[in-house]
């Protein structure tokens, strides 16, 4: 059986996409608020395209960039908003056609969408979340696609840009794709994906640094935090198939935490027999807790943060926050699991 990558959007997008692109002048990719590897890895890779098609493009993101994403190529040339908005509120202003990747609602970019609601900007979405907001003039929304980097290879594909993507942008969707699949231990059945990487590879990217640069590359106070979660903070509950994480801003800061140090961490406790579902909370200020969840199998993590944290994300990754303190979100997922027995049905638990 042979497979070829299919086109992902159709003629006439494609043709309203590529004008939007040739009468542009100012082009600003911007990506939601603490921007992971497929934001980064999706913005910069698209950002490359277009300025080697002699566009004035640029990246803007809410926040900084994760101390173990720098490596990326090109991310020193961010605008990151919070520590420079003048630049950003420029940029986006004389911008005439911006990019939304990664994200399909204003509320994701934090302060960036006030400057984005007054702009006169043409408004493209590329995205893989469920339930776009109606915030674009073309809405590229694709929920069974595993990351946004991987939809963006495939739009450049189906525009005829993909000749102009080189070894550095090949890179950064590399890195989207690899981070929003776990290393393709998840998320990761469709054979499209192994199309796009073996192109990507023959482009020069060097996959194995990309892994090691994201996966096994760690600083001290990292270990040492995520050790002590797992340690110390770690509970299980087996009745529910479910593991529960959670770190204090008191012990954040007792280990130097810095923006990046629990990445992963969430992951850890599904490689236990019979854990199908694992939450990490971790307290980001004392009234705010930002909740993460992954699952393994059909366990549908994304119901869990739709329904109780005001979030949401793919079955198996998902993402909320809890408005309250940390003794109260965990009071309160305990709650849930004793009582939603449409997700939590204990007969369902494998030991």
Not at 15 to 28: F, G, Y
Not at 139 to 149: D, G, K, N, R
Not at 310 to 327: E, I, K, R, V, Y
């Amino acid at each position: 059986m042979s497979f070829t990558l299919k086109p992902i959007i159709d003629k006439t997008t494609s043709a309203r996409l590529q004008k939007l692109i040739n009468d542009a002048e100012h082009i600003v990719i911007t990506c939601h608020v603490s921007p992971d590897g497929d934001a980064l890895g999706s913005s910069l890779g698209l950002c490359q395209v277009l300025q080697d098609l002699g566009k004035s493009a640029v990246v803007v993101t809410p926040d900084m960039v994760p101390r173990q994403l720098l490596f990326i190529p090109n991310v020193k040339s961010i605008v990151v908003a919070s520590c420079q908005p003048h630049v950003a509120r420029q940029c986006i202003s004389r911008a005439d056609l911006i990019f939304f990747l990664d994200f399909n609602e204003l509320k994701r970019i934090d302060k960036l969408a006030e400057i984005v609601e007054i702009s006169s900007a043409e408004r493209v979405m590329i995205d893989h979340h469920l339930d776009p907001a109606p915030i674009a003039s073309i809405t590229i929304s694709h929920p069974e696609v595993s990351s946004t980097s991987a939809l963006v290879y495939r739009v450049l594909n189906d525009l005829g840009y993909i000749d102009k993507l080189n070894i550095a942008g090949a890179t950064c969707i590399c890195t989207g794709m690899m981070t929003d699949t776990g290393n393709f231990s998840y998320n990761s059945l469709d054979p499209q994906l192994y199309l796009i990487m073996a192109d990507l590879v023959a482009r020069g990217v060097d996959k194995d640094e990309v892994y090691r640069s994201v996966f096994n590359t760690s600083s001290e106070s990292k270990l040492r935090l995520q050790g002590y979660a797992i340690s110390r903070n770690l509970r299980l509950f087996h009745e529910y198939g479910t593991a529960l994480i959670t770190l204090s801003g008191e012990e954040l800061n007792q280990y130097h935490y810095e923006r990046g140090d629990t990445e992963g961490l969430v992951n850890v406790p599904l490689s236990i027999p019979g854990i199908r579902c694992s939450v990490f909370m971790r307290q980001d200020s004392e009234n705010y807790v930002k909740i993460s969840a992954r699952s393994i199998g059909d366990f549908p993590v994304n119901l869990v943060c739709e329904r109780y944290f005001g979030g949401g994300g793919h079955l198996n990754a998902a993402g909320g926050d809890w408005n309250g303190s940390l003794d109260e979100a965990v009071s309160t997922f305990i709650r849930i699991m004793e009582s939603d027995s449409d997700l939590w049905n204990k007969k369902e638990t494998i030991h």
